[in-house]
């Protein structure tokens, strides 16, 4: 007998669905997240290739290893609650 994912199973639980101009998008938990290069300025002018890497190592807790830059969900909903910003240099 087979062994398969149960239905519905989310293999991916975050990802980069899309890199423009103005920010990208997060999906989680079929959650769509904003991040605008206002900001979050760390992912501006970055190859794509270093901001589609993102890890979730806890449920709302959102890593890119190649970029060294750890953001939880209630910062990316919330940014004007936490104003102060690293140097994007």
């Known amino acids: 007998m ?3 994912l149960a239905h519905g199973a989310n293999t991916s639980a975050v990802e980069v669905t899309n890199i ?3 920010g990208l998008w997060l999906l989680a938990h079929d ?3 904003f991040l605008s290069y206002d900001h979050f ?3 501006k002018d970055r ?3 270093l901001i589609l890497n993102v890890e979730e190592p806890a449920q709302g807790h959102f890593h890119w290893p190649d970029l ?3 953001l939880t969900e209630e910062i990316i909903e919330h940014p ?3 104003p102060l910003k ?3 240099a």
Do not use: I, Q, T, Y
């Open 2 to 4: 087979m062994s398969s």
């Open 20 to 22: 423009s101009g103005h």
């Open 31 to 33: 959650k769509e997240l």
């Open 41 to 43: 300025p760390w992912f």
């Open 47 to 49: 190859a794509v290739k």
């Open 68 to 70: 060294d830059v750890d």
């Open 80 to 82: 004007e609650r936490f």
């Open 86 to 88: 690293a140097n994007s």
